[in-house]
């Protein structure tokens, strides 16, 4: 195995072409967050970040996008806006993890959204959690149909909301692809101040996020795409969301809604109309994140995700594996009191993403 490291934007045309294939020959990588566009999209605002490109003699047979952090710690390229996380690689290739951080220069690489069927990475996953997927492959009447079945209460409080929504502020209208720089600045501020409410961390007080958003949102090819999707109720914008889309898949980056509306749960309507915009689009499989609260209702089943940390050695693991640990635990404790919070989350960005 020959082991070279770039920066995303150095890839040519069949290094992209190799990756594509290599996704779409295995379903677990062909989330738009392992995409080349996703790594490239980043790399423009992340100067750290690189992609090391695997070879067996004169064939490509992996891509592992990741950057280098303080102290000369990996985390997975845009770790903190990315929800799938691991090696693209070709079918039946496998690969020694510290072999594969010593070519990339990082004794360790930190992952939270590992993806399914990277086993090399298992040995070092800690923890397992599951990941909602919306499966849209029979249409969305079908899934529509298999929801009222499981959730009929949920589906008659969907649309009594809709209704007075509609009579309360106005007819809705429903924009699937929308190419309004205004209106994703709305939606980043909608969720910058759910975050404030719930005394979460701000992810787009960080300008970087800001940047790489609004490039994915701008870029566009035959394989991948940023679509906004906006619900309005009469001319007034209410909710929206932001996914990437990597041919028939969705994953979706965030979803909020306008505070005044939240009611008439707007985000859920908004979301229900995405789902059935989508699957006539051609769209087949929507990645909806953590499995918790409304996606435990929408979903149609779980994939799992690994949280962990590879190394080249145990001792750095371990180190490392506790600093983490302490960061995290003073992330909880945080999150009760918002005044810490606020105190807190200063110092331990230094550290690292509160998870």
Not at 19 to 39: N, V
Not at 62 to 82: C, S, T
Not at 169 to 182: K, N
Request: include cysteine; proline fraction near 6%.
């Amino acid at each position: 195995m020959q082991i070279s490291v770039a920066r995303p934007s150095e890839l040519g045309p069949g290094e992209i072409a190799a990756w594509h294939a290599m996704q779409r020959l295995t379903k677990p990588l062909a989330s738009p967050f392992l995409g080349p566009e996703f790594a490239v999209g980043v790399g423009h605002f992340r100067p750290d970040a690189r992609v090391a490109v695997l070879a067996d003699g004169p064939e490509l047979v992996g891509f592992f996008p990741f950057e280098r952090r303080r102290l000369g710690v990996g985390v997975p390229i845009g770790a903190g806006l990315n929800d799938g996380q691991g090696l693209i690689h070709a079918p039946g290739v496998e690969w020694d993890p510290r072999e594969l951080l010593g070519a990339c220069q990082v004794p360790v690489w930190q992952f939270d959204h590992l993806v399914e069927g990277q086993r090399p990475f298992e040995p070092y996953a800690v923890a397992l959690a599951p990941a909602a997927v919306l499966d849209l492959t029979e249409g969305y009447a079908a899934y529509q149909d298999k929801l009222r079945v499981r959730c009929p209460e949920f589906c008659r409080e969907v649309g009594r909301k809709r209704r007075k929504l509609e009579r309360d502020a106005g007819v809705l209208s429903y924009q699937a692809d929308a190419r309004d720089m205004a209106g994703l600045r709305a939606l980043m501020g909608w969720k910058s101040d759910q975050c404030r409410r719930n005394g979460w961390s701000d992810c787009f007080s960080r300008a970087w996020i800001v940047e790489a958003v609004e490039y994915l949102f701008t870029h566009r090819s035959e394989w991948f795409c940023g679509v906004l999707s906006l619900l309005y109720a009469g001319d007034t914008p209410v909710a929206g969301q932001f996914v990437l889309r990597a041919g028939n898949r969705i994953a979706g980056l965030f979803t909020a809604y306008d505070a005044r509306f939240g009611n008439y749960s707007p985000g859920m309507i908004q979301f229900m109309q995405m789902a059935e915009e989508l699957a006539a689009a051609g769209v087949d499989t929507i990645d909806m994140g953590p499995a918790a609260g409304w996606k435990d209702t929408l979903k149609s089943h779980d994939v799992v995700m690994a949280q962990g940390m590879a190394a080249t050695g145990r001792g750095v693991a371990a180190a490392h594996r506790a600093r983490r640990a302490l960061v995290s635990w003073a992330g909880r404790r945080a999150r009760q009191h918002p005044p810490l919070f606020r105190a807190a989350d200063r110092l331990l960005r230094h550290y690292g993403r509160i998870s």
